[in-house]
Protein backbone atom coordinates (compact mmCIF):
# COMPACT_ATOMS: atom_id res chain seq x y z
CA UNK A 1 0.00 0.00 0.00
CA UNK A 2 1.38 3.00 -1.02
CA UNK A 3 1.26 5.97 1.77
CA UNK A 4 1.43 9.56 0.64
CA UNK A 5 3.15 11.35 3.55
CA UNK A 6 1.88 15.36 3.55
CA UNK A 7 3.99 17.96 2.66
CA UNK A 8 5.08 19.44 5.66
CA UNK A 9 4.11 23.34 6.16
CA UNK A 10 7.16 25.97 6.20
CA UNK A 11 7.37 28.80 7.55
CA UNK A 12 10.67 31.05 7.92
CA UNK A 13 10.10 34.57 9.89
CA UNK A 14 12.99 37.01 10.82
CA UNK A 15 13.31 37.53 14.51
CA UNK A 16 11.58 41.36 13.81
CA UNK A 17 8.81 39.33 12.63
CA UNK A 18 8.67 36.84 15.60
CA UNK A 19 7.87 39.78 18.39
CA UNK A 20 5.05 40.57 16.57
CA UNK A 21 1.81 38.62 18.12
CA UNK A 22 0.15 38.57 15.17
CA UNK A 23 2.72 36.00 13.68
CA UNK A 24 1.57 33.03 16.29
CA UNK A 25 -1.49 32.58 14.29
CA UNK A 26 0.80 31.51 11.33
CA UNK A 27 3.39 29.59 13.43
CA UNK A 28 0.61 27.55 14.96
CA UNK A 29 -0.23 25.82 11.35
CA UNK A 30 2.96 25.55 10.38
CA UNK A 31 4.32 22.06 10.63
CA UNK A 32 8.24 23.98 10.87
CA UNK A 33 9.18 27.58 11.73
CA UNK A 34 12.42 29.16 11.28
CA UNK A 35 13.62 32.53 12.41
CA UNK A 36 16.47 33.38 10.74
CA UNK A 37 19.36 36.13 11.68
CA UNK A 38 22.48 34.88 9.64
CA UNK A 39 24.43 33.28 9.92
CA UNK A 40 22.26 30.51 11.69
CA UNK A 41 18.88 29.89 12.01
CA UNK A 42 16.80 28.33 14.61
CA UNK A 43 14.10 25.86 14.12
CA UNK A 44 11.06 25.75 16.34
CA UNK A 45 8.07 22.90 16.35
CA UNK A 46 4.12 24.30 16.01
CA UNK A 47 3.07 23.16 19.27
CA UNK A 48 5.87 25.59 20.86
CA UNK A 49 4.49 28.62 22.87
CA UNK A 50 5.89 32.23 21.95
CA UNK A 51 7.86 32.27 24.55
CA UNK A 52 9.79 28.94 24.45
CA UNK A 53 10.41 29.02 21.11
CA UNK A 54 13.89 29.12 20.37
CA UNK A 55 14.06 26.14 23.33
CA UNK A 56 12.47 23.25 21.42
CA UNK A 57 13.12 21.02 18.70
CA UNK A 58 11.13 20.39 15.62
CA UNK A 59 9.13 17.12 15.59
CA UNK A 60 11.02 16.07 11.93
CA UNK A 61 14.85 17.14 12.94
CA UNK A 62 16.47 15.71 10.03
CA UNK A 63 13.43 17.05 7.71
CA UNK A 64 13.98 20.68 8.98
CA UNK A 65 17.64 20.11 8.94
CA UNK A 66 17.89 19.32 5.37
CA UNK A 67 15.88 22.01 4.95
CA UNK A 68 17.54 24.76 6.81
CA UNK A 69 20.81 23.62 4.61
CA UNK A 70 18.09 24.15 1.04
CA UNK A 71 16.97 27.65 2.34
CA UNK A 72 20.96 28.80 3.87
CA UNK A 73 21.79 27.77 0.31
CA UNK A 74 19.49 29.08 -2.13
CA UNK A 75 20.49 32.67 0.57
CA UNK A 76 23.72 32.07 -0.54
CA UNK A 77 23.01 31.59 -4.50
CA UNK A 78 20.88 34.96 -4.31
CA UNK A 79 23.40 37.29 -2.69
CA UNK A 80 26.34 35.59 -4.85
CA UNK A 81 23.78 36.55 -8.38
CA UNK A 82 23.40 40.01 -6.87
CA UNK A 83 26.87 40.78 -6.64
CA UNK A 84 27.39 39.22 -9.94
CA UNK A 85 24.62 41.10 -11.46
CA UNK A 86 25.62 44.74 -10.38
CA UNK A 87 28.20 46.74 -12.80
CA UNK A 88 31.38 46.51 -11.08
CA UNK A 89 33.55 49.96 -11.35
CA UNK A 90 36.35 49.21 -13.87
CA UNK A 91 39.96 49.57 -12.52
CA UNK A 92 41.06 52.74 -14.51
CA UNK A 93 43.18 52.38 -16.58
CA UNK A 94 47.09 52.72 -15.91
CA UNK A 95 47.07 56.24 -17.55
CA UNK A 96 50.67 57.04 -15.78
CA UNK A 97 52.21 57.21 -19.26
CA UNK A 98 49.71 59.77 -20.39
CA UNK A 99 50.63 61.99 -17.91
CA UNK A 100 54.11 61.20 -17.26
CA UNK A 101 56.89 63.37 -18.83
CA UNK A 102 60.31 61.90 -19.25
CA UNK A 103 63.51 63.95 -19.42
CA UNK A 104 66.83 63.74 -20.62
CA UNK A 105 70.10 64.24 -18.73
CA UNK A 106 73.31 65.41 -20.37
CA UNK A 107 76.51 65.71 -18.80
CA UNK A 108 78.54 68.74 -20.53
CA UNK A 109 81.81 69.52 -20.52
CA UNK A 110 83.50 73.32 -21.04
CA UNK A 111 86.88 74.04 -22.41
CA UNK A 112 88.72 76.34 -23.92
CA UNK A 113 90.87 76.04 -27.39
CA UNK A 114 93.33 74.46 -25.79
CA UNK A 115 92.04 72.02 -23.76
CA UNK A 116 91.09 73.97 -20.80
CA UNK A 117 88.61 73.03 -18.22
CA UNK A 118 85.66 75.55 -17.36
CA UNK A 119 83.99 75.86 -14.09
CA UNK A 120 82.05 78.08 -12.57
CA UNK A 121 79.09 78.96 -15.20
CA UNK A 122 75.59 78.80 -14.34
CA UNK A 123 72.06 77.36 -15.72
CA UNK A 124 71.72 81.12 -17.44
CA UNK A 125 74.96 80.23 -19.49
CA UNK A 126 72.86 77.30 -21.59
CA UNK A 127 70.11 77.06 -24.02
CA UNK A 128 69.57 73.21 -25.02
CA UNK A 129 67.91 72.20 -28.04
CA UNK A 130 66.56 68.86 -29.61
CA UNK A 131 65.68 68.48 -33.44
CA UNK A 132 66.40 72.64 -33.49
CA UNK A 133 63.69 73.03 -31.01
CA UNK A 134 64.73 74.95 -27.18
CA UNK A 135 63.46 73.14 -24.70
CA UNK A 136 62.63 73.40 -20.88
CA UNK A 137 65.65 72.63 -18.56
CA UNK A 138 64.32 71.38 -15.29
CA UNK A 139 67.75 70.81 -13.94
CA UNK A 140 71.50 72.28 -12.99
CA UNK A 141 74.37 71.06 -11.41
CA UNK A 142 78.04 72.13 -11.06
CA UNK A 143 81.20 70.90 -9.07
CA UNK A 144 79.85 72.01 -6.01
CA UNK A 145 76.42 69.90 -6.26
CA UNK A 146 77.19 67.18 -8.62
CA UNK A 147 75.73 63.71 -7.87
CA UNK A 148 78.22 61.00 -7.08
CA UNK A 149 79.83 58.98 -10.05
CA UNK A 150 79.26 55.58 -10.35
CA UNK A 151 81.85 54.17 -12.67
CA UNK A 152 82.77 50.87 -14.68
CA UNK A 153 86.08 50.22 -15.67
CA UNK A 154 86.41 47.22 -18.43
CA UNK A 155 89.51 46.09 -19.22
CA UNK A 156 90.64 43.78 -21.99
CA UNK A 157 92.12 40.79 -21.51
CA UNK A 158 92.17 39.14 -25.22
CA UNK A 159 94.98 37.58 -27.00
CA UNK A 160 96.63 40.52 -27.77
CA UNK A 161 97.01 41.66 -24.14
CA UNK A 162 98.92 39.14 -23.28
CA UNK A 163 102.53 40.75 -22.76
CA UNK A 164 100.78 43.75 -21.21
CA UNK A 165 98.61 42.32 -18.94
CA UNK A 166 100.42 43.36 -15.77
CA UNK A 167 100.95 47.00 -17.28
CA UNK A 168 96.64 46.79 -17.72
CA UNK A 169 96.04 45.81 -13.92
CA UNK A 170 98.16 48.57 -12.83
CA UNK A 171 96.75 50.75 -15.31
CA UNK A 172 93.35 49.82 -14.11
CA UNK A 173 93.84 50.33 -10.19
CA UNK A 174 95.45 53.53 -10.52
CA UNK A 175 92.49 55.54 -12.51
CA UNK A 176 90.80 53.51 -9.72
CA UNK A 177 92.66 55.44 -7.13
CA UNK A 178 92.32 58.45 -8.99
CA UNK A 179 88.33 58.68 -9.86
CA UNK A 180 87.12 57.26 -6.65
CA UNK A 181 86.59 59.77 -3.81
CA UNK A 182 86.02 58.04 -0.68
CA UNK A 183 82.37 57.81 0.54
CA UNK A 184 80.96 59.10 -2.16
CA UNK A 185 82.20 57.69 -5.69
CA UNK A 186 81.66 53.98 -6.61
CA UNK A 187 83.78 51.66 -8.85
CA UNK A 188 83.04 48.17 -10.17
CA UNK A 189 85.48 45.99 -12.52
CA UNK A 190 84.49 43.96 -15.42
CA UNK A 191 87.20 42.22 -18.15
CA UNK A 192 86.44 41.28 -21.80
CA UNK A 193 87.49 38.52 -24.06
CA UNK A 194 85.68 35.77 -25.29
CA UNK A 195 83.97 36.42 -22.15
CA UNK A 196 82.16 39.14 -19.60
CA UNK A 197 83.19 38.82 -16.26
CA UNK A 198 82.33 41.14 -13.51
CA UNK A 199 85.23 40.48 -11.30
CA UNK A 200 83.48 43.65 -8.59
CA UNK A 201 80.50 44.93 -8.28
CA UNK A 202 80.15 48.82 -7.28
CA UNK A 203 82.19 49.81 -4.31
CA UNK A 204 84.06 52.45 -2.69
CA UNK A 205 86.11 49.62 -1.26
CA UNK A 206 89.27 50.00 -2.81
CA UNK A 207 90.72 46.62 -1.37
CA UNK A 208 87.70 44.99 -2.72
CA UNK A 209 88.80 46.70 -6.14
CA UNK A 210 92.69 45.76 -5.89
CA UNK A 211 91.54 42.26 -5.43
CA UNK A 212 89.24 41.88 -7.81
CA UNK A 213 92.17 43.49 -10.82
CA UNK A 214 94.67 41.13 -8.94
CA UNK A 215 92.53 37.96 -9.86
CA UNK A 216 93.28 38.60 -13.28
CA UNK A 217 95.59 36.60 -14.63
CA UNK A 218 95.50 35.22 -18.33
CA UNK A 219 93.42 35.83 -21.27
CA UNK A 220 90.94 35.01 -23.38
CA UNK A 221 90.99 33.97 -26.93
CA UNK A 222 88.65 36.91 -28.53
CA UNK A 223 87.61 40.68 -27.93
CA UNK A 224 83.90 41.25 -26.92
CA UNK A 225 84.42 45.25 -26.29
CA UNK A 226 80.53 45.91 -27.03
CA UNK A 227 79.42 43.28 -25.64
CA UNK A 228 81.19 44.06 -22.67
CA UNK A 229 79.48 47.88 -23.33
CA UNK A 230 75.76 46.48 -23.32
CA UNK A 231 75.83 43.99 -20.35
CA UNK A 232 77.68 46.73 -18.01
CA UNK A 233 75.07 49.70 -19.14
CA UNK A 234 71.92 47.61 -18.87
CA UNK A 235 72.66 45.78 -16.06
CA UNK A 236 74.80 47.84 -13.82
CA UNK A 237 73.94 50.98 -14.60
CA UNK A 238 70.37 51.56 -15.68
CA UNK A 239 69.10 52.34 -12.15
CA UNK A 240 72.15 53.40 -10.33
CA UNK A 241 71.39 56.90 -8.38
CA UNK A 242 74.46 59.09 -9.83
CA UNK A 243 76.40 60.16 -12.81
CA UNK A 244 77.05 56.96 -14.74
CA UNK A 245 80.51 56.39 -16.27
CA UNK A 246 82.45 53.24 -18.39
CA UNK A 247 86.36 53.60 -18.90
CA UNK A 248 87.42 51.13 -21.51
CA UNK A 249 91.39 50.05 -21.56
CA UNK A 250 91.69 48.16 -24.68
CA UNK A 251 94.47 47.88 -27.43
CA UNK A 252 92.42 46.29 -30.08
CA UNK A 253 89.05 45.91 -32.35
CA UNK A 254 86.18 43.96 -31.24
CA UNK A 255 86.00 40.73 -32.81
CA UNK A 256 83.43 38.55 -30.62
CA UNK A 257 80.61 40.61 -29.58
CA UNK A 258 77.10 39.62 -30.34
CA UNK A 259 76.28 43.52 -30.14
CA UNK A 260 77.47 46.07 -32.69
CA UNK A 261 78.53 49.52 -32.20
CA UNK A 262 75.27 51.02 -33.10
CA UNK A 263 73.98 48.76 -30.02
CA UNK A 264 77.04 49.46 -27.56
CA UNK A 265 75.95 53.40 -28.51
CA UNK A 266 72.37 53.15 -28.23
CA UNK A 267 72.14 51.28 -24.67
CA UNK A 268 74.56 53.47 -23.26
CA UNK A 269 72.47 56.40 -24.61
CA UNK A 270 69.45 55.14 -23.14
CA UNK A 271 71.03 54.59 -19.74
CA UNK A 272 72.52 58.05 -19.72
CA UNK A 273 76.31 56.45 -19.63
CA UNK A 274 79.14 58.56 -20.62
CA UNK A 275 82.00 56.45 -22.10
CA UNK A 276 85.83 57.27 -22.10
CA UNK A 277 88.12 55.05 -23.84
CA UNK A 278 91.82 54.62 -23.19
CA UNK A 279 93.76 52.59 -26.28
CA UNK A 280 96.34 51.23 -25.25
CA UNK A 281 97.78 50.12 -28.96
CA UNK A 282 100.77 51.72 -29.25
CA UNK A 283 103.62 52.01 -26.91
CA UNK A 284 104.62 50.25 -23.85
CA UNK A 285 106.12 46.76 -24.74
CA UNK A 286 106.06 47.63 -28.53
CA UNK A 287 104.11 49.87 -31.21
CA UNK A 288 102.05 48.28 -33.94
CA UNK A 289 103.41 49.38 -36.86
CA UNK A 290 102.31 52.14 -38.97
CA UNK A 291 100.44 53.51 -35.46
CA UNK A 292 101.85 56.44 -33.87
CA UNK A 293 101.27 57.35 -29.93
CA UNK A 294 98.58 59.16 -29.54
CA UNK A 295 96.65 59.32 -32.81
CA UNK A 296 93.62 57.65 -34.41
CA UNK A 297 94.69 55.57 -37.51
CA UNK A 298 92.85 52.42 -37.67
CA UNK A 299 88.89 51.22 -37.93
CA UNK A 300 89.35 50.25 -34.44
CA UNK A 301 90.46 52.91 -33.18
CA UNK A 302 87.51 55.18 -35.41
CA UNK A 303 84.88 52.97 -33.69
CA UNK A 304 86.15 53.45 -30.32
CA UNK A 305 86.45 57.38 -31.13
CA UNK A 306 82.75 57.32 -32.33
CA UNK A 307 81.13 54.92 -29.08
CA UNK A 308 83.10 57.57 -26.48
CA UNK A 309 81.83 60.95 -28.47
CA UNK A 310 78.58 60.05 -29.22
CA UNK A 311 77.68 59.39 -25.47
CA UNK A 312 79.61 62.84 -24.15
CA UNK A 313 82.97 60.88 -23.44
CA UNK A 314 86.34 61.44 -25.21
CA UNK A 315 88.73 58.89 -26.87
CA UNK A 316 92.59 58.60 -25.44
CA UNK A 317 95.90 57.06 -26.95
CA UNK A 318 98.46 56.44 -25.39
CA UNK A 319 102.18 56.10 -26.26
CA UNK A 320 103.84 54.99 -22.98
CA UNK A 321 103.27 55.51 -19.31
CA UNK A 322 103.32 59.15 -18.77
CA UNK A 323 100.28 59.43 -21.21
CA UNK A 324 98.53 56.97 -19.77
CA UNK A 325 98.72 59.36 -16.30
CA UNK A 326 97.90 62.12 -18.04
CA UNK A 327 94.69 60.40 -19.44
CA UNK A 328 93.34 59.25 -15.72
CA UNK A 329 93.79 62.29 -14.58
CA UNK A 330 92.19 64.19 -17.14
CA UNK A 331 89.26 62.06 -17.19
CA UNK A 332 89.16 62.68 -13.37
CA UNK A 333 89.34 66.29 -13.46
CA UNK A 334 86.67 66.58 -16.59
CA UNK A 335 84.21 64.06 -14.04
CA UNK A 336 84.99 66.58 -11.41
CA UNK A 337 84.27 69.98 -13.63
CA UNK A 338 81.32 68.61 -15.53
CA UNK A 339 78.03 70.07 -15.95
CA UNK A 340 74.95 68.02 -15.51
CA UNK A 341 71.80 69.68 -17.37
CA UNK A 342 68.48 67.56 -17.44
CA UNK A 343 65.68 68.90 -19.47
CA UNK A 344 62.25 67.68 -20.53
CA UNK A 345 61.52 67.48 -24.32
CA UNK A 346 58.88 69.12 -25.85
CA UNK A 347 57.93 66.30 -28.33
CA UNK A 348 57.20 63.51 -25.38
CA UNK A 349 56.18 61.03 -27.87
CA UNK A 350 57.95 57.56 -27.59
CA UNK A 351 58.29 57.35 -31.24
CA UNK A 352 61.85 55.57 -31.65
CA UNK A 353 63.42 58.21 -33.34
CA UNK A 354 67.08 59.88 -33.09
CA UNK A 355 66.91 63.17 -31.57
CA UNK A 356 69.45 65.44 -32.40
CA UNK A 357 70.77 67.38 -29.10
CA UNK A 358 72.69 70.81 -29.07
CA UNK A 359 74.06 72.64 -26.02
CA UNK A 360 74.36 76.24 -27.06
CA UNK A 361 76.20 79.41 -24.76
CA UNK A 362 73.37 81.97 -24.50
CA UNK A 363 76.34 84.43 -24.64
CA UNK A 364 78.09 85.30 -27.94
CA UNK A 365 81.77 85.68 -26.71
CA UNK A 366 81.14 82.29 -24.71
CA UNK A 367 80.34 80.85 -27.85
CA UNK A 368 83.56 82.19 -29.34
CA UNK A 369 86.14 81.34 -26.49
CA UNK A 370 84.94 78.23 -25.55
CA UNK A 371 83.73 74.35 -26.92
CA UNK A 372 81.33 72.29 -24.98
CA UNK A 373 80.99 69.17 -25.29
CA UNK A 374 78.06 66.56 -24.45
CA UNK A 375 76.32 63.46 -26.03
CA UNK A 376 74.77 64.03 -29.41
CA UNK A 377 71.60 62.39 -29.16
CA UNK A 378 69.16 59.78 -28.45
CA UNK A 379 66.78 57.64 -29.42
CA UNK A 380 62.80 58.41 -28.42
CA UNK A 381 61.94 54.87 -26.99
CA UNK A 382 60.60 53.80 -23.71
CA UNK A 383 63.05 52.66 -21.19
CA UNK A 384 63.24 52.17 -17.40
CA UNK A 385 65.76 54.71 -15.39
CA UNK A 386 65.36 55.64 -11.56
Wanted: charged share 30%; proline share 5%; glycine share 6%.
Amino acid sequence: MLVVKPVPRILTLSPDQMAEPKVMKDVAEADICYTLSLPWATSINKDASYSGLQHLAPRNMKFAFRHFLIFVLVVIVISVTEGYGQVPTPTPPDDTDAVKTFEVRLPVTVTRKKNELISGLTRGDFVVLEDGVPQEVTFFSDERSNPPVFVGVLMDTSPSTKGKLGFSKEAAKNFIYTVTRLRKDKAAFMTFDHEVTLLQDFTDKLDLLDRAVDKVNKTGSQTSLYDAVWQFSDEKLRNVPGRRVIVIITDGDDTFSRAELRDAIDIAQRTETTIFGISTKAGFLGTVPGVEAGTVKDKGDKFLTQLCEETGGQAFFTGDMLELERAFKRISEELRSQYIITYRPANQNYDGRDRKIEVRFTDGQKTKDYNIRTKSSYRAIRDSLR
